[in-house]
């Protein structure tokens, strides 16, 4: 799932376990006021007692609004300890949003035995690698400490006022621990009108995200069960909103009383809709429809624990239902779709064949394609979109097929996917579109680590190295081990694993076991490490007599030193030879000599770009560059002159030269634009190159606006719309400039 795998956030996002019933013990001001050492003391004695309930009360809420002076607050806190000096056995550090970095280096220089880490949002990631940069031998995850039963939730939709009407009954597991108190997330649109409980009365407060509830009278071991009633407008946040044409309600938004990302249970949901809406789950099929003559009942019962309460909901579907390779899928499409449903199903079922034939069976399932302004991806559908179809219906196997603790295995998930879809693309479009994927795989991944830290694939949650590093690292595992072996290991994992939990070293042994030998070399420096080799060759050729020749090379290793075999290709137009020689994670350089019977013309490696070469490198370079200072800086020469660097080392890559069009075009530079536009239009296209033409027509039609001939714009912008293939992004901003045309500030010596 591209954007988000909600399964990933429970790990060990426990953020709102430190909250706001704290601030009757701990608040700003009384933290402010504590005196430093009592404060150390009472944390290191929690510790010592693991009082868990004690160690979250010294600390306060993670509220985002509060996130700014919550960051301060820690500034303070740790300068007032001046924690580069006093040797503290342990200490709890806050993880707050992106704020994170800046608390841990604060005090990566201090001594830490122990660590309670506190996570927010992607940040749960860190951990990990905390854990190895401090060597700390113990941090606590607050997991098993909460936990809801059972989550009976009925939502009145309503569209015209754009609100939500919930009425939520929890069954919590008894938490002896918590004496009666227990907090929840809950979005601050919502206002609480009713609680109650079995066992008594209730004390309620809601501040921001927090709704806490205490019991007034608790029993240790008793079963605790909430009513809460609340409603309110849907502000429109993170991809939610309630409309009349079209509601997405997401799990993320805290919609619902939720303890932490962890908090599966079973139950029901049921959505009331005025009538003529459809509305579709997260994680489950709506079983039951229950009719009046106004509204009408949704009902979804949870039989599976999930953590994934959601909803899109609309009143333009029109459902169908398809039987596509013995599965059956629903379709939901907009009555005035300008879809080719057919010719989706159509590739639909091709990916499925696919995917069945390489992989091996996997769980029969029911899921829906579902057309709509939205862009994720849930368990229960997929966007109707032929770009991200082959990656989704992948989840089928890297996901569906078995279990895995996400948090470190996200590789399993998001990078096998991609290379799916990779694969996918190999055998409809051949070689020459896979090597290119594979290319911009390590293009987008170079970018990511230039922004910020790289971190090992195990570490990972989402975002560029995940989803590019990861599919990377599967081309090179077969370029390690051949094609034909890659394929039946691909099948052996999900096959052998198929309903069982799986880490990266099941797929290792399943990797292992296909190919014969150890491969610890391979998973430990791909995966358990950040970074990638970078390899350069030297070579000269000495003729010999007799048309033969000695060929003496040397492998260089300019980055991170990795393992790998390095095959070596020599050729003349008539000859070629290839060879395979190893180079070890202990050497930087390494020469070898070879007799050809033959005299080459040249010498390369051979890879399908398996072997990241310093030329990659050098492109990456040029063409990151030119795009940061074409969209960011808006210094278009600059820009030109990096694109055209790039243009030196890999001529012809269409995406360069679309950029390079686009900075000509925004420098002002009427002539070169239209030199390299027309060229990028009068080219012959392969098949899957529809891309690079909607993106030179969206250009040509700015340019024609810029020099105000708008009809020839408008004509432009409508071959843009006239090839429906690819992502939406240039046919989006072909609309918009279909109303209005595309305007800048235009320079001295610009466009006339
Ligand atoms: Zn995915």
Redesign the pocket.
Known sequence: ??KV?SKIFALLIISFSLVCFSKEILSDDSLKNMEIEDFVKSYELALKEKNYEKLLNLFDDKNPEFKKQETDRWKVLFKKLNLDTLKVESFIIGIIDNEAEIIISHTTEVPLNNLLISAYNNEVYKLSRIKEKWNLSDYVVFKELYGTVQRNLKVKLMPETNELRVSAELLLKKEPQNRGKYFFKLDEDFKIEKVSSESGDVEIKKLGYVLFLKQKNYSEDKNVKFQIDYSGKVTERNNQYVKEEFSIIREENFWYPKRDSEDYSIGSLEIIVPKGIQTITDTGILTKTIQDNEIETFIWEIKEPTNSFGFLASKNWEISQVEIKNQRVYLHVMKDTKLDVKKLVKKAEEILIFYNDIFGQTRERTFAFVEGPFSH?RLNYIPFDESIMA??I??NW??GAFSADYATNLWL??GF??YSDELYNEMKYGKKKLEEMIFYNLIKYLNAIKKREDQPLIDILYGSIV?NKGAYVLHNLRYVVGDEIFIKILKHYTQKYFNKDVNYRSFQSAAEEIYGQKLDWFFNQWLTKPGIPEFELKYQIQPQKGKKSVIEFTIIQRRDLFTMPIDIKFFTKNKSARKRHWITDKEKTKSFLEKLDFIPEEVCFESDIAIPTRAIFEFAEAFNKGAELLYGQKKYSEAIEKFKQALQIKPDDLVVRRELAKAYLENGDCSNFEREANYLINRKYEEYEYDQRRWIYLFYGNYYDLKGMREKAIEMYKKVLEIIKGDEHPQNMAKIYLKKPYKKELKKDSIE
Request: hydrophobic share 35%.
């Open positions: 799932m591209k795998f991806t990656h989704e992948s989840h890297w996901l998930c998001e996917a991609t989803y």
